[in-house]
């Protein structure tokens, strides 16, 4: 079955020298617990994160001109509880209180017709993508892989 497993953001060189890669990497480090491929760390040019495992990972590169987005656009992140997502907002509100750069669409839920609830939020730093980590609940028999019936 495929999946995804990068996604890939051009971004200016001066966000990936050592200060801009230290930011990124103690904000994401810190919030989502992803981690430097520092094999393929290039000073102003590229900056991989590990996101967990080496087949998932968020790829920077520099590039003129970076990539320009409006503010909806992001990339999502799921998790397994409501309880995963609410520990990685408060971990993203302590980093807000410390940094105006962190920018955060609070929690919500949204119900589609008692057959999901779907709890998220949307974080930004640095970075022209926002993530957005989402807790899918599913109704009693049904799972991702369920496809509803229309109305």
């Not at 995804?4 to 617990?33: K, Q, S, W």
Request: aromatic share 10%; net charge negative; glycine share 6%.
């Amino acid at each position: 079955m495929q999946r995804f497993n990068h996604v890939a953001m051009t971004v200016p060189a001066d966000l990936l020298d050592e200060r801009g890669r230290c930011d990124i990497l103690r904000f994401y480090g810190d919030v989502f617990g992803w981690t430097e491929m520092p094999v393929l760390t290039r000073n102003r040019e590229r900056l991989v994160l590990r996101a967990h495992s080496n087949e998932q990972f968020v790829f920077l590169v520099a590039g003129d001109p970076p990539m320009q987005t409006a503010a909806s656009d992001h990339f999502g992140l799921s998790v397994g509880s409501t309880r995963e997502l609410d520990e990685l907002l408060a971990r993203a509100r302590e980093w807000a209180r410390k940094d105006p750069r962190v920018a955060i669409e609070d929690r919500s839920v949204e119900d589609h017709h008692g057959v999901l609830s779907l709890t998220s939020f949307y974080v930004g730093f640095l970075l022209p993508l926002r993530v957005e980590v989402q807790c899918f609940e599913w109704a009693a028999g049904l799972g991702p892989a369920s496809l509803p019936e229309r109305e």
